[in-house]
């Protein structure tokens, strides 16, 4: 039988319990809830600075000249032109290349890892893909420049030491663990009721993998690809160090061009002085960018909701 102190002391333990309990309660809502405020000004920050530095660079330049020229001399001593469709180009032919690799490879590595592999071999093979995307791009950059283009080159005698294919390629490496991840994600979420179903119908594993599991994980796959789009789009270090800084408008993959992210950093790191037109228009450029980003990801999302199929 216990007595009436010892009552009496767990009692007030519970009390003091319970108190600490509901002041963490009260605290941790406050913390996440400023975590997320730093965060959203963060964002508005940002935008706001974009927008602000982009309207000086357009009370310099009209719009109509930076959108639809097709000269970019932002150094000429005589008449500097400011238009960004060679980036534009230079972006796009370089993310073209890049998912002509990582979407092939990075789909049939996730159908390999979700409809065949052993659950040993999983284990063993996603994390060392996945090791690809622990590298850093500057290393990829340099791997672009020193190794894969003296390649291309005694294949292409034509290539330039800096071009656009070397970087495009090295950049599709780069991204093809990002879209076999999100992919074999989407593709394990289909329920394996589907998969015994069409193979009691007598669908071979390859018949069930292509006309059941990927029809109902495309939400998910498209949503990685459109990702992989974004990440490239984005992608800094690689263009910068293997694809050059001569700022072509051309469809020639062989010749020296320049990405929009490029461009920022040749001018952040160049001669340009602060509160003068090429220096505004590194956030013009970056304003674009973010554009094209921002439109990817909102297209993934709206893919991802629209074709999303509930198990």
Do not use: C, W
């Not at 992210?261 to 973010?290: P, Q, R």
């Amino acid at each position: 039988m216990l007595k009436s102190g010892s009552v009496k002391d767990m009692i007030h333990r519970n009390k003091q319990s319970v108190s600490s309990t509901t002041l963490i309660e009260k605290v941790v809502p406050i913390l996440l809830f400023a975590a997320a405020f730093i965060s959203v000004l963060t964002t508005i920050g940002i935008v706001f600075t974009l927008i602000f530095e982009t309207v000086l660079f357009f009370r310099e330049v009209p719009v109509r000249e930076f959108f639809t020229g097709t000269v970019l001399r932002p150094l000429s001593p005589v008449e500097p032109q400011y238009s960004i469709l060679p980036l534009i180009m230079g972006t796009m032919l370089t993310t073209i290349i890049a998912m002509f690799v990582a979407i092939p490879i990075g789909l049939t590595t996730a159908v390999y890892l979700s409809e065949y592999a052993s659950k040993s071999a999983r284990k063993i093979l996603k994390p060392m893909i996945e090791v690809l995307a622990g590298i850093p791009t500057i290393v990829y950059g340099f791997f672009a420049f020193t190794f894969v283009t003296p390649v291309l080159r005694e294949i292409i005698p034509g290539l330039s030491a800096t071009n656009a294919l070397s970087p495009g390629i090295v950049m599709g490496i780069m991204i093809i663990p990002l879209v076999a991840s999100l992919s074999e994600d989407a593709m394990n979420s289909v329920p394996n009721s589907m998969r015994e179903g069409a193979m009691a119908l007598g669908a071979t594993q390859l018949e069930v993998t292509f006309r059941v599991v990927i029809p109902a994980a495309i939400s998910g796959i498209i949503a990685s690809f459109v990702l992989g789009i974004s990440r490239a789009i984005g992608e800094t270090m690689i263009v910068t160090i293997a694809s050059g800084s001569s700022k072509n408008f051309t469809f020639d993959v062989t010749q020296s061009m320049q990405t929009m992210t490029a461009y920022i950093v040749e001018v952040t790191s160049g001669d340009a002085a602060a509160g003068t037109t090429i220096y505004y228009s590194l956030y013009a450029v970056a304003m674009t960018l973010f554009l094209f980003t921002l439109t990817m990801n909102l297209l993934a999302r709206y893919i991802s909701k629209r074709f999303r199929e509930v198990y």
